[in-house]
C-alpha cells in the first residue's frame, strides 16, 4: 500500500526546494495583523490611573458620523452650485443625463470633502488640546513658584498647586487629572521626577518636556528647583505673550482669508439665482474648465495664506 504525502510536509519540501534554487519564499503574515496605532491612553502600572496622550486623537463613531455627514453637505452644495445643470438640452431643459450627473458630482464632491475634513478636524482637535494644557501648565508653575516662595518643599508644593488649581478649572480640567496622577504616584513611593517626564513625552509640547528634562536631572542632584520653577515660568510667560500679540496682529488677516474663501461660493451662488441665462455659461465647456482652474487657485492660495499665518513659536 501506498502512503499519502501529508500536505504539510509537502509544502516544507517545496519550500526547501525553492531556497535550494535561490527562489525567494515569500513569508505569510498572519491574519488580522495590522500596524498598530499608538494609543490615546496609557494606564500607569503603579497608579493604575489612564493618563491621556496628547499627541493623538481618536474621535468616536457618532463624532465621525456627524462631521462626515456636515462636511458632505457642505461639498454637496458646493459642488452642485459650480458644476450642476451640464448636460442641458438645446432648449436649456434639463435631461435626464443632467440629473445624473448632478447626483453623481454632488455625491463625489460631497465624499471627498467628508473625507479630507475628518483629518482636518481631528488636526484642530489636538491643536487646541494642547493649547489649553499649555496654558494650565503655565498656571500651574504659577501656582508652584508663589507656593515655594512661602517655604514649602516640592512634595507639598505640588499639592498646594492642585488646591490652587482646583478654584480656577473644573474637575475635568488636563492639569487637575495630571496632578491627580503626580500625587497618586507620589503617595505609592514613585519618583516625582519620572512622573513629570513621562507627562512631558505624553503631552508633545516642547515647553513641558524640557522643563521635566531639567527637572529630572536637576532634582536628585540638589538644584535650586525654586528658581528652576520660576525660571521656567518666566519663559513661558514671555512665549505666551509673544505669541498672544501675533495673533492679535493676524486675527485680521486670517478673517479677511476665511472670508476670500466664502466669497467665491456666494458670488455663484447669488449669480445662478438671479441670473439664470449668464449661469448657464457655466454649463459649457468653457465654463467648466474656467471653473475648476478657478477653484485650483483658490485652493492653492487658502493654504498658501495659511502656512503664512500659521506662526509656531518655538
Given at each position: 500500500m501506498f502512503r499519502k504525502k501529508n500536505k504539510g510536509t509537502k509544502t516544507r519540501e517545496s519550500e526547501i526546494e525553492k531556497k535550494a534554487k535561490g527562489k525567494k519564499v515569500k513569508k505569510r503574515k498572519p491574519?488580522?495583523?495590522?500596524?498598530?496605532?499608538?494609543?490615546?491612553y496609557y494606564t500607569s502600572a503603579v497608579t493604575n490611573?489612564?493618563?491621556?496622550?496628547?499627541?493623538?486623537?481618536?474621535?468616536?463613531?457618532?463624532?465621525?458620523?456627524?462631521y462626515f455627514v456636515l462636511a458632505f453637505i457642505v461639498g454637496a452644495v458646493v459642488g452642485y452650485l459650480f458644476y450642476g445643470g451640464l448636460a442641458k438640452d438645446?432648449?436649456?431643459?434639463?435631461?435626464?443625463?443632467?440629473?445624473?450627473?448632478n447626483v453623481t458630482?454632488?455625491?463625489?464632491?460631497?465624499?471627498?470633502?467628508?473625507k479630507l475634513?475628518?483629518?482636518?478636524?481631528?488636526?484642530?482637535?489636538?491643536?487646541?488640546?494642547?493649547?489649553?494644557?499649555?496654558?494650565?501648565?503655565r498656571d500651574m508653575l504659577d501656582a508652584l513658584t508663589t507656593?515655594?516662595?512661602?517655604?514649602?518643599?516640592?512634595?507639598?508644593?505640588?499639592?498646594?498647586?492642585?488646591?490652587?488649581?482646583?478654584?480656577?478649572?473644573?474637575?475635568?480640567?488636563?492639569?487637575?487629572?495630571?496632578?491627580?496622577?503626580?500625587?497618586?504616584?507620589?503617595?505609592?513611593?514613585?519618583?516625582?521626577?519620572?512622573?513629570l517626564y513621562d507627562f512631558g513625552m505624553r503631552s508633545?509640547?516642547?515647553?513641558?518636556?524640557?522643563?521635566?528634562?531639567?527637572?529630572?536631572?536637576?532634582?536628585?542632584?540638589?538644584?535650586?528647583?525654586?528658581?528652576?520653577?520660576?525660571?521656567?515660568?518666566?519663559?513661558?510667560n514671555d512665549k505666551m505673550e509673544i505669541?498672544?500679540?501675533?495673533?492679535?496682529?493676524?486675527?485680521?488677516?486670517?478673517?479677511?482669508?476665511?472670508?476670500?474663501?466664502?466669497?467665491p461660493i456666494v458670488l455663484i451662488a447669488v449669480i445662478k439665482g438671479m441670473s439664470p441665462e449668464f449661469a448657464a455659461n457655466f454649463a459649457t465647456v468653457t465654463g467648466v474648465i474656467s471653473t475648476t482652474i478657478a477653484i485650483g487657485c483658490f485652493v492653492a492660495a487658502y493654504y498658501i495664506g495659511k502656512m503664512i499665518l500659521d506662526i509656531d513659536i518655538a
Open positions: 491574519k488580522g495583523h495590522e500596524e498598530e496605532k499608538e494609543p490615546q490611573i489612564p493618563t491621556l496622550n496628547y499627541k493623538v486623537y481618536y474621535m468616536s463613531k457618532k463624532e465621525s458620523v456627524a438645446e432648449f436649456g431643459q434639463e435631461t435626464l443625463l443632467t440629473w445624473i450627473l458630482i454632488s455625491v463625489a464632491v460631497g465624499g471627498v470633502a467628508g475634513f475628518l483629518p482636518v478636524r481631528t488636526g484642530q482637535i489636538i491643536h487646541k488640546r494642547r493649547q489649553q494644557l499649555s496654558n494650565q501648565f507656593s515655594l516662595g512661602a517655604g514649602n518643599n516640592v512634595t507639598d508644593s505640588f499639592r498646594a498647586a492642585k488646591e490652587d488649581l482646583q478654584m480656577q478649572y473644573e474637575e475635568d480640567a488636563f492639569i487637575l487629572k495630571e496632578l491627580d496622577v503626580i500625587l497618586k504616584g507620589m503617595y505609592n513611593g514613585v519618583p516625582i521626577e519620572e512622573m508633545g509640547i516642547d515647553d513641558i518636556k524640557s522643563f521635566a528634562e531639567v527637572f529630572k536631572v536637576s532634582y536628585r542632584k540638589g538644584g535650586n528647583m525654586k528658581d528652576i520653577i520660576r525660571n521656567t515660568h518666566a519663559i513661558l505669541r498672544e500679540d501675533i495673533e492679535t496682529v493676524v486675527t485680521s488677516n486670517k478673517t479677511e482669508q476665511n472670508m476670500m474663501i466664502v466669497m
